[in-house]
């Protein structure tokens, strides 16, 4: 495709349908213990039972030369643009990252900084992508990522806000720490970082409420959704279902695995809902 569209991997894109439509994927990096790598080349349930133990892991933006050789690859295969789609910047320096392979490479480059993270991303990247695919100009394809990203809603449950405090990503729910141990929040991504939603009284009661907001966001829409999580259970397994059956407008509903790297900052007991209307 003339366009390449490119995004980092906390976007959470399932391999396939990155594959299918043409996307690269560059890896946001992991450091645990003494070792530094992408996410993708870590066991993802050793990473998980290093969280649960409360150990050291932290992320890192990818180097920049990992952006210059994908972008190098883009250009090889015949692009004579790129967009490249990434994670809010209040939470990662990874969009600077890529402006800096940006300026070595030959070919226009337009790095958009989301604002956001997780599917809201993916179906951001899945929605340029198909533009790309069917002959959209440049002009377009940002246009088509960016109307994506502003329609969709990010929906976040978490066991503990320790792990967002510990990675210094904890945001506007800063506001929301000392409250009691039974009050579970509900979070979402607004203007760049993670905020407060609501703040519910057990987890039973924050999943459903998790699955109701849901459904308010969906509305009478045709959407998309994704639940995501860092390893899916049965718990996973209803809220799809609840969903699939509340929702009246589904055009496609998928269980992803969240990326590590957000599981590093939201903890393995996190659940995310993406609510992504189509446009």
Not at 127 to 138: D, K
């Amino acid at each position: 495709m003339p366009v390449a569209v490119i995004t980092d991997s906390t976007a959470g894109l399932p391999e396939q349908l990155a594959a299918q439509w043409g996307i690269a994927v560059v890896q946001v990096q992991i450091v645990a213990g003494n070792r530094i790598d992408d996410e993708a080349r870590f066991d993802r349930s050793e990473l998980i039972g290093m969280l649960r133990a409360k150990q050291d892991v932290s992320t890192r933006e990818p180097d920049p030369g990992a952006f210059f050789w994908t972008y190098q690859d883009a250009v090889s295969a015949g692009a004579t643009a790129i967009v490249s789609l990434h994670i809010s910047s209040k939470m990662s320096a990874t969009a600077d990252a890529a402006r800096q392979a940006a300026q070595q490479v030959k070919v226009p480059v337009y790095v958009l900084d989301s604002g956001t993270t997780s599917m809201s991303l993916g179906f951001a990247a899945l929605s340029a992508a198909r533009t790309a695919a069917a002959g959209g100009q440049v002009e377009r394809v940002m246009e088509a990522a960016d109307r994506r990203i502003r329609a969709s809603s990010e929906l976040l449950y978490v066991d503990t806000l320790d792990y967002l405090r510990r990675g210094g990503r904890i945001g506007a729910a800063s506001a929301l720490l000392g409250t009691a141990l039974s009050i579970r929040p509900v979070l979402t991504v607004r203007d760049g970082e993670v905020a407060p939603l609501a703040r519910v009284a057990g987890s039973k009661r924050a999943l459903a409420k998790l699955a109701d907001l849901a459904v308010e966001r969906a509305g009478d829409d045709p959407v998309d959704i994704a639940v995501s999580c860092a390893a899916p259970s049965d718990r996973e397994m209803s809220l799809v279902q609840q969903l699939r059956s509340r929702i009246p407008k589904l055009n496609d509903i998928m269980l992803v695995q969240a990326s590590t790297v957000i599981t590093a900052h939201v903890g393995p007991g996190a659940l995310g809902v993406t609510v992504a209307p189509l446009l």
